[in-house]
């Protein structure tokens, strides 16, 4: 069993920062962990993608250039610095995480934990 605790998030202007964190529970040595995000009304999307071991990520187009998904192994912790964040980065962050050697774009249905999720607001 695995549980994700999610935090950091908040109300920041448009062009702030903010760092999310994920705090994992359980053995996860061989999980993708990932960021997902969803707006009032839209679809939860990927945001971001990291490889427990490894050295494999991956961004959505959204937020390519701008966030840092980074893994500290020693503290079960995964972190996504946020920076430049742009009002349309408003919406519900959550931490998941998916038993596989492999790291891929996983739909939401793939991943096996989530956390409760952590609102980002950034106003304009």
């Known amino acids: 069993q695995v549980q994700l605790v999610e935090s950091g998030g908040g109300l920041v202007q448009t062009g702030g920062s903010l760092r999310l964190s994920c705090a994992a529970s359980g053995e996860i040595s061989n999980y993708v962990m990932g960021w997902f995000r969803q707006a009032p009304g839209k679809e939860r999307e990927s945001v971001s993608v990291?490889?427990?071991?490894?050295?494999?990520?991956y961004y959505s187009d959204s937020v390519k250039g701008r966030f840092t998904i980074s893994r500290d192994n020693a503290k079960n912790t995964v972190y996504l610095q946020m920076n430049s964040l742009k009002p349309e980065d408003t919406a519900t962050y959550y931490c998941t995480a998916k038993r596989s050697l492999l790291m891929d774009k996983f739909p939401p249905s793939a991943y096996d934990y989530w956390g409760q999720g952590t609102q980002v607001t950034v106003s304009s």
């Open positions: 990291i490889m427990w071991a490894g050295s494999g990520t």
